[in-house]
């Protein structure tokens, strides 16, 4: 089994920044892709990025510019650093991992982007 503890979020002001942070643990096997998900009240689950195993990244388009992807390899960890807020980046941040087998999901962080 695999477990996703994330980190971070809260609260910002548009054009502020924030960062969420995820650690897997367990039996993880590899990392074939690990990134974020989000959910606005009412909408459906959105990709946002991802960080495969060879390093490569992709942001969405909606916040390409503005988001980046990292990880570190040595604590299995992936961390989102989110700039430019927008209110419509509102929304729970899910941490998503594929390990080649299948996919798990992180239990969801609040971001609220709000004057």
């Known amino acids: 089994q695999v477990q996703l503890v994330e980190s971070g979020g809260g609260l910002a002001q548009p054009g502020g920044s924030l960062s969420v942070s995820c650690a897997a643990s367990g039996n993880i096997f590899t990392i074939r892709v690990m990134g974020w998900y989000r959910q606005a009240p009412g909408k459906q689950r959105e990709w946002v990025a991802h960080?495969?195993?060879?390093?490569?990244?992709n942001v969405a388009n909606s916040v390409k510019g503005r988001f980046t992807i990292s990880r570190d390899n040595a604590k299995n960890t992936v961390t989102l650093r989110m700039n430019s807020l927008k209110s419509e980046d509102t929304a729970v941040y899910y941490c998503?991992?594929?390990?080649?087998?299948?996919?798990?999901w992180g239990q969801g962080t609040q971001v609220t982007v709000s004057s």
């Open positions: 998503h991992l594929y390990n080649g087998r299948r996919d798990y």
């Open positions: 960080i495969s195993e060879s390093g490569s990244t």
